[in-house]
């Protein structure tokens, strides 16, 4: 939508489909919040145990126009996002049965004491291959910033491509590969006394656990505007991954090609992602 005055008026389809899709999230929301309030109040005053995020934002005394666009936020932002990742994912584990097979067998441990847990590597190495917002940007407001031998005056517009960060081999060896176990600690590095690199199945000589750099990777953004949805998303994420391993093997659809990112706002799959769900 960042086209000139000028051009909207020329072509105002885009402008208006881009209204329509909003007004029909806020419908939506608005529903759901009213149904809710409805339902609250005909039982009466809110209980202990009522955890709703419209509970939540109504007890805090939140105006009702508030908790529309909180809620509404709340669906744009948190729906498609974790779905996209939950995708990429599936589809990296299927094309990668040897690292499915160590998850599976964390997941299964961890069930058998009472646990789930485990994913962390995968959820990690998605979203540096597939961060669902491949850019991010800000405006630098009040004064000029001064960032190594750059000089970055007031009202400057700055745009962070973190796919193409998330990719670099400066940061990353074998950056398109997937490799959860980048993400552990314990993993063996090959850069210890008396260590041989890749002496491990899948070892990268050199490669240290997680990003080479702390800002080479920022799926989630960094610092106060950084996402504040991050630690619901990522459980999901592994709740939803733990749920689908722990019953089905994940293998490609036979005759199945390479699938390709493409940025539509958020970066989503080229094609259909095809895959077999093989009961346990």
């Known amino acids: 939508m960042a086209l000139p005055r000028p051009l909207l008026r020329l072509l105002p389809a885009p402008w208006h489909a881009f209204c329509h899709a909003w007004d029909r999230l806020f419908a939506f929301a608005k529903g759901h919040v009213d149904r809710r309030v409805a339902e609250v109040a005909a039982r009466g005053p809110l209980a202990e145990g009522d955890t709703c995020v419209t509970d939540l934002l109504a007890r805090e005394r939140v105006p009702i126009s508030s908790i529309y666009g909180n809620v509404t936020e709340l669906l744009l932002a948190g729906v498609d996002t974790v779905a996209s990742t939950l995708a990429w994912s599936l589809y990296e584990l299927a094309r990668n049965p040897r690292a499915q097979a160590a998850l599976h067998r964390e997941l299964a441990a961890a069930a058998a004491t009472g646990g789930v847990t485990g994913g962390d590597g995968d959820s990690g190495v998605t979203c540096r291959l597939y961060p669902v917002i491949p850019a991010n940007a800000r405006v630098v407001p009040d004064r000029d910033i001064r960032v190594g ?131 346990r």
């Not at 962070?160 to 670099?168: A, E, I, K, M, Q």
């Not at 063996?188 to 080479?212: E, H, N, R, S, V």
């Not at 939803?240 to 199945?256: D, Y």
């Open 149 to 279: 031998d750059y000089l970055v005056p007031r009202q400057t517009l700055i745009t962070l491509c973190h796919y193409t960060t998330s990719r670099d081999s400066r940061f990353f060896p074998a950056p398109d590969t997937f490799l959860p176990e980048r993400w552990l600690r314990h993993r063996d590095t090959g850069d210890t006394a008396g260590d041989t690199p890749g002496d491990t199945p899948g070892d990268i000589p050199g490669d240290t656990p997680g990003p080479g750099h702390p800002f080479a990777s920022l799926p989630f953004g960094l610092g106060p505007r950084s996402c504040v949805g991050r630690r619901l998303a990522e459980l999901q994420l592994h709740m939803a991954l733990a749920q689908i391993l722990l019953r089905f093997e994940v293998r490609p659809e036979p005759g199945g090609g390479r699938v390709r990112p493409m940025t539509r706002t958020l970066l989503a799959p080229g094609a259909p992602i095809s895959l077999r769900f093989l009961e």
